[in-house]
């Protein structure tokens, strides 16, 4: 998970960037990656699955004080880094 991560920011700072700063985009792609990376930096990608991803949106709920849109956009944008691991 790890990787895929890093390899994900790697793209998404030349992608969501707009002249030479990043975008506010890429700056909530790192907040939404950070519990998914405390939680699972070192599972195999492939392992990572639906329960996984339900425990990373219990620990964003237990954890910070959060509205349930800000939460359930950082689970969509920890979805969005797996599809784009998925089709590179």
Partial sequence: VAEVVAAYR???RA???RGDE???EYVEMRY???PLLRLFSSLPAESFGPKALRT?????????RLSRRVINR????IR?????????
């Fill in 80 to 88: 969005r880094i797996f599809k784009w691991a998925v089709s590179e």
């Fill in 15 to 17: 992608y969501y960037v």
């Fill in 56 to 64: 990373v949106q219990r620990q964003l709920e237990s954890e910070a």
């Fill in 10 to 12: 790697k793209f998404a």
């Fill in 32 to 34: 939404a990656a950070r």
């Fill in 74 to 77: 950082r689970i969509n944008r």
């Fill in 22 to 24: 990043p975008t506010k």
